[in-house]
Structures are given as C-alpha cells and as structure tokens.
C-alpha cells in the first residue's frame, strides 16, 4: 500500500533513522525541508518498510530525496514504488522536471528509471552524490 502525507510521518523519520543514520553513518538526516516536503510511505501489510519524500523551490521543478528502503525490503521493487510514487505527486502538482541527488553507488538505479547524470558530483556529508534529472509532466 502506498501513501502520501504532507507531514514528517514517525513512520518515514524510523525508516530513515535506520537505513541514513544508523546503517550508512549519515549525521545530518533532517533538515527544514521535512516540513514543507510531500513524504510517501509504502507498506507491506501493516508495516512501514521505504520512505521518500518530494519538494519544489518554484512549482515547475520538484526534487526528490531521502529514498530509504529497510534492509529486510530491499531486492522487490519498493524502491522503484517510491521514485514513481513521487513522480506521479510532482506531475498532480503540474511539475515538469524531477531532480535529484543521488548516492553515486546508486545512480545506475535512478538510471534505470529514466534519469540522467549532470555534470555536478558532489559531498553530502562524506559520501559523493551526483545530481541527476528527469523531464515529467509531458507525453513520452
């Protein structure tokens, strides 16, 4: 089951806790983006097991961020679940352009789903991210 809250749900803050702070070492986890962002929750059943969340700066380009699947979920396409999920928020809110800064040891799976590396690799925190973008909204 997938949903969308316009909140920081304790679901999507655990998921994230788990797989950023406590698996990956990532200290600075949260941020003011949480309270203006749209996060998705996906469930199997009654549990929460991957997160993401969705925001805009000008309502034409939105960014995608904070995609965490828990480990016992991963390898069954949640993550793909996620990414569409906040695809399909952005084109409602009448978005035409979807970017985000993905881990580099994970680019080849936004690759997969139709996004394309810039030029811009950069630190978050002590890990690279390149940023990568994907034209929404628009026949294909």
Same mark, same amino acid.
Do not use: M, S, W
């Given at each position: 089951m997938v949903r969308m809250y316009q909140k920081l749900e304790d679901a999507c803050a655990a998921i994230?806790?788990?797989?950023?702070?406590?698996?990956?070492?990532? &200290?600075? /986890?949260?941020?003011?983006i949480d309270s203006r962002a749209w996060h998705v929750l996906i469930y199997d059943g009654e549990t929460a097991a991957a997160t993401g969340r969705l925001y805009t700066d000008d309502g034409?380009?939105?960014?995608?961020?904070?995609? %965490?699947?828990?480990? %016992?979920? &991963?390898? !069954? &396409?949640?993550? !793909?679940?996620v990414v569409s999920a906040l695809e399909a928020q952005a084109v409602m809110c009448g978005g035409k352009k979807i970017s985000l800064s993905a881990q580099? &040891? %994970? %680019?080849?799976?936004?690759? !997969?789903?139709?996004?394309?590396?810039? /030029?811009?690799i950069h630190m978050d925190e002590f890990c690279p991210h390149v940023t990568m973008v994907k034209l929404i909204g628009q026949a294909e």
């Open positions: 994230r806790t788990a797989v950023f702070v406590e698996e990956q070492g990532f &200290r600075q /986890e949260f941020d003011e034409e380009c939105y960014h995608i961020g904070r995609v %965490a699947v828990l480990p %016992a979920y &991963r390898g !069954k &396409r949640l993550g !793909k679940l580099c &040891r %994970a %680019a080849g799976f936004y690759e !997969k789903l139709g996004y394309a590396r810039t /030029e811009n």
